[in-house]
Every structure is written in structure tokens, then in C-alpha cells.
């Protein structure tokens, strides 16, 4: 336990664990075609296009080919017949090419040398098997997935901004960085397709609202290459401040929990970028603010490690923020009782969760005895 602890999680799973899986069903189809996506990292994803094939209830059109180096090493052709699965019983992929069924005038991919999206070159660093538009923020691709991440539920939260509306900002020129979407007005918003004066009026409500956020969220929207939700609380935690984040050098960065050198490494590219600089000066001027969280002075110790909290009924603050404080002590936050539950914070109208935890003997918490441990004034 005390190596499992040592270990830890990370967001979705902890790393001291693995999970035995049922072998994948698997089915034949052809590749009719290969695209290419850019991601919001500029990243070069090629997409096989296939015959639809139905692979465990679900028919499967497209299917990851990862890199060219994946492509290279199955030798996966455009008309071949290949084998596809689901990983994980989510992703499809291409599992292997049917070599005996292979047709005469089966055409291999290479990766083009410009972005299909803006013409930018697109660059292979040495050592890394991804390829990478060059183009930045000046690449559309890039702009619009950057933006849907900046609005995500886990990130800034802006309810009404998916997909659609987006690419209707991008491609109308309205929006260039997550900055400009806080200088929206009524009238252009209002003037979008499916959008009238109401669908309007709650967006602006939304984008106000985000505004009150987490230096963890702040900073998992800005979209730094391997800087994820877990990662993010980390940073936010220690340094406490966006200002110190950003001066601190390679060294002092990985003193930081779950923050190696590769990943220092970015975000110190990240904050040496003017134009990345220049983003977050907007977003601060637009009123983008967060509270210190607790425990935010370097090398500040996790007073709650080890400690199981399960939060219910109606509290006076978000949960999502009362979460963040615990997990950056030490905490863990789940959401049910057992006796391996330290606290329960119970607010008013609280149910079965409360009750459970006054069966087992569960110690139950107030907020102002949250407050108190968590030594909130």
C-alpha cells in the first residue's frame, strides 16, 4: 500500500495497476482511402477510410493509423484487405493487412511535406514519430481545435460552444485565440447560423461565468503539449501563481509533482512563446481571475495524504472547486461510502450518503469544519 501510494494516479487510472481485458473482435474490411488530420497540437494524424464493417455492434467507417512510422511498419496500403479491431473496445484500428489478398494496384502513404489545412511546412523533430504543422495559430485546424479544448467541460466549461459554433467563428474570422472569444458581441453572435438573440444571450451569460475559474482549469485550457488535468493540478498546486509558473526554469519545474523533463521542457517552450504570452495578457485583461489554491507555496506539504473524502448535498461553493482543494492537499475525492472513507462533507438536504456514513461511523464534516481542516477563513 505504501508503494501504491508512492506510485499514485494519474487522471483517468492509478499507475500501480492493470487491467486484464477480453481479446477484441476482429473482422475484415478494405481500405478504401487515407486522410490527414491536424490536431489542436498541430499533430499529423493519418485516418484510414474504410468499407463499413460491423465490429461488435458498432459500424466502423474510420480508424486510427496513428503515424507513418505504424503505416510503414504494418505496410498498410490504400485497397488492401485488413483486419480491424476496437481497442479497448472504443478505438478501431488496423490490426494487419491481408497479404494474400492484396490487389496488384494497392498504393502505399507518405506523409505530405505541407499541412492540408494551411499550406504551412509540416516538421518531423528528430527522435519523435509524430509529424507537426508548423503554421500555429495561423493554421485554421489548429485555431478550431485549440478553441473547442479552451471551451471543454474539464477546461473553461463554456457551455454552448461545441463544434459547430467553432468552426462558424473560426471561418467567419471572428475568433483568432481563446482571448477573442471575450470580445464577442451580441449582434455577431446573434447574426450566426442556429443562433438567434436568446441561444446569444445565454453564451455571453456562459463566457461571463467562465471567467470565475481554477488556476488548475485556467491552465489545462491553454493547451500545453503533455500538460493534462492531473498535471495541470500539480503545477497549479505547487507554484500557486501563473506569474511564478511562468519564470520558473526547467530545474525548478520538476520539482513539481508528475512534471519530468520532457514535460518541463514544454511548458518552458510554451511560456517562452510571445504570442502564447500575449494570449494569457488578453485573457487576464478580459477578467479571467481564480483564488490562491490551498496549499500553493513551493515544496508545501500534502496535509491530507492518504485521506478518502466523499462530498454531498447542496454545498455554498461548486464541488469541482472544493474537489481541487482536497486533491491539492494530498486528498482523494470519490463518490461513494465505505469504511476506507475519512470524511463526509455534508451540506443541507444531504441523503443515503449521510446515512451510510453515520452507519459506518464515518466522521461527518460541515463545510465549516471543511473549512477549518482545510484552514480556509
Same mark, same amino acid.
Given at each position: 500500500?505504501?508503494?501504491?501510494?508512492?506510485?499514485?494516479?494519474?487522471?483517468?487510472?492509478?499507475?500501480?495497476?492493470?487491467?486484464?481485458?477480453?481479446?477484441?473482435?476482429?473482422?475484415?474490411?478494405?481500405?478504401?482511402?487515407?486522410?490527414?488530420?491536424?490536431?489542436r /497540437?498541430?499533430?499529423?494524424?493519418?485516418?484510414? #477510410?474504410?468499407?463499413?464493417?460491423?465490429?461488435?455492434?458498432? /459500424?466502423?467507417?474510420?480508424?486510427?493509423?496513428?503515424?507513418?512510422?505504424?503505416?510503414?511498419?504494418?505496410?498498410?496500403?490504400?485497397?488492401d484487405?485488413?483486419?480491424?479491431?476496437?481497442?479497448?473496445?472504443?478505438?478501431?484500428?488496423?490490426?494487419?493487412?491481408?497479404?494474400?489478398?492484396?490487389?496488384?494496384?494497392?498504393?502505399?502513404? &507518405?506523409?505530405?511535406?505541407?499541412?492540408?489545412?494551411?499550406?504551412?511546412?509540416?516538421?518531423?523533430? @528528430?527522435?519523435?514519430?509524430?509529424?507537426?504543422?508548423?503554421?500555429?495559430?495561423?493554421?485554421?485546424?489548429?485555431? &478550431?481545435?485549440?478553441?473547442k %479544448?479552451?471551451?471543454?467541460?474539464?477546461?473553461?466549461?463554456?457551455?454552448?460552444?461545441?463544434? &459547430?459554433?467553432?468552426?462558424?467563428?473560426?471561418d467567419?474570422?471572428?475568433?483568432?485565440?481563446?482571448?477573442?472569444?471575450?470580445?464577442?458581441?451580441?449582434?455577431?453572435l446573434?447574426?450566426?447560423?442556429?443562433?438567434?438573440e436568446?441561444?446569444?444571450?445565454?453564451?455571453?451569460?456562459?463566457?461571463?461565468?467562465? &471567467? %470565475?475559474?481554477?488556476?488548475?482549469?485556467?491552465?489545462?485550457?491553454?493547451?500545453?503539449? @503533455?500538460?493534462?488535468?492531473?498535471?495541470?493540478?500539480?503545477?497549479?498546486?505547487?507554484?500557486?501563481?501563473?506569474?511564478?509558473?511562468?519564470?520558473?526554469?526547467?530545474?525548478?519545474?520538476?520539482?513539481?509533482?508528475?512534471?519530468?523533463?520532457?514535460?518541463?521542457? %514544454?511548458?518552458?517552450?510554451?511560456? #517562452?512563446?510571445?504570442?502564447?504570452?500575449?494570449?494569457?495578457?488578453?485573457?487576464?485583461?478580459?477578467?479571467?481571475?481564480?483564488?490562491?489554491?490551498?496549499?500553493?507555496?513551493?515544496?508545501?506539504?500534502?496535509?491530507?495524504?492518504?485521506?478518502?473524502?466523499?462530498?454531498?448535498?447542496?454545498?455554498?461553493?461548486?464541488?469541482?472547486?472544493?474537489?481541487?482543494?482536497?486533491?491539492? #492537499?494530498?486528498?482523494?475525492?470519490?463518490?461513494?461510502?465505505?469504511?476506507k472513507?475519512?470524511?463526509?462533507?455534508?451540506?443541507?438536504?444531504?441523503?443515503?450518503?449521510?446515512?451510510?456514513?453515520?452507519?459506518?461511523g464515518?466522521?461527518?464534516?460541515?463545510?465549516?469544519?471543511?473549512?477549518?481542516?482545510?484552514?480556509?477563513?
Amino acid at each position: 500500500l505504501a508503494q501504491q501510494r508512492l506510485l499514485g494516479h494519474v487522471s483517468r487510472a492509478p499507475r500501480w495497476a492493470v487491467a486484464q481485458k477480453f481479446p477484441a473482435q476482429e473482422q475484415m474490411t478494405r481500405l478504401l482511402d487515407n486522410d490527414v488530420q491536424v490536431g489542436r /497540437t498541430g499533430a499529423l494524424t493519418p485516418v484510414a #477510410r474504410l468499407k463499413p464493417v460491423n465490429l461488435a455492434g458498432v /459500424t466502423v467507417t474510420n480508424a486510427t493509423l496513428h503515424n507513418e512510422d505504424e503505416i510503414c511498419r504494418k505496410d498498410i496500403r490504400i485497397g488492401d484487405r485488413v483486419i480491424v479491431r476496437r481497442a479497448g473496445d472504443v478505438i478501431p484500428q488496423i490490426v494487419s493487412v491481408v497479404m494474400n489478398r492484396r490487389p496488384r494496384n494497392a498504393r502505399g502513404f &507518405k506523409m505530405p511535406s505541407r499541412c492540408p489545412v494551411c499550406g504551412s511546412e509540416v516538421i518531423r523533430a @528528430e527522435g519523435e514519430a509524430v509529424s507537426r504543422c508548423s503554421g500555429g495559430l495561423y493554421c485554421p485546424a489548429q485555431r &478550431k481545435e485549440a478553441l473547442k %479544448h479552451f471551451a471543454s467541460r474539464r477546461a473553461m466549461d463554456i457551455a454552448g460552444l461545441g463544434e &459547430k459554433l467553432v468552426e462558424q467563428l473560426v471561418d467567419r474570422a471572428l475568433v483568432s485565440t481563446p482571448a477573442d472569444l471575450y470580445r464577442l458581441s451580441l449582434d455577431e453572435l446573434a447574426a450566426l447560423d442556429r443562433m438567434g438573440e436568446k441561444s446569444a444571450t445565454n453564451l455571453l451569460a456562459q463566457l461571463e461565468a467562465s &471567467k %470565475h475559474t481554477t488556476l488548475a482549469r485556467f491552465l489545462f485550457a491553454l493547451g500545453i503539449r @503533455e500538460v493534462g488535468e492531473a498535471t495541470a493540478r500539480s503545477l497549479a498546486a505547487y507554484f500557486g501563481d501563473l506569474q511564478a509558473l511562468g519564470q520558473a526554469d526547467g530545474e525548478t519545474l520538476q520539482k513539481a509533482p508528475d512534471v519530468g523533463p520532457i514535460v518541463a521542457a %514544454h511548458i518552458r517552450a510554451f511560456f #517562452r512563446q510571445p504570442h502564447n504570452l500575449d494570449v494569457i495578457d488578453q485573457l487576464l485583461r478580459a477578467g479571467n481571475r481564480w483564488k490562491p489554491p490551498v496549499a500553493a507555496q513551493p515544496g508545501s506539504t500534502a496535509t491530507l495524504e492518504g485521506k478518502t473524502f466523499v462530498l454531498t448535498g447542496a454545498l455554498s461553493r461548486p464541488r469541482g472547486e472544493i474537489k481541487e482543494q482536497l486533491q491539492a #492537499r494530498g486528498a482523494k475525492v470519490t463518490g461513494s461510502v465505505s469504511r476506507k472513507t475519512s470524511y463526509v462533507v455534508a451540506g443541507s438536504d444531504a441523503g443515503s450518503k449521510l446515512d451510510k456514513a453515520n452507519q459506518l461511523g464515518v466522521k461527518v464534516l460541515d463545510e465549516d469544519g471543511l473549512n477549518e481542516l482545510l484552514g480556509s477563513p
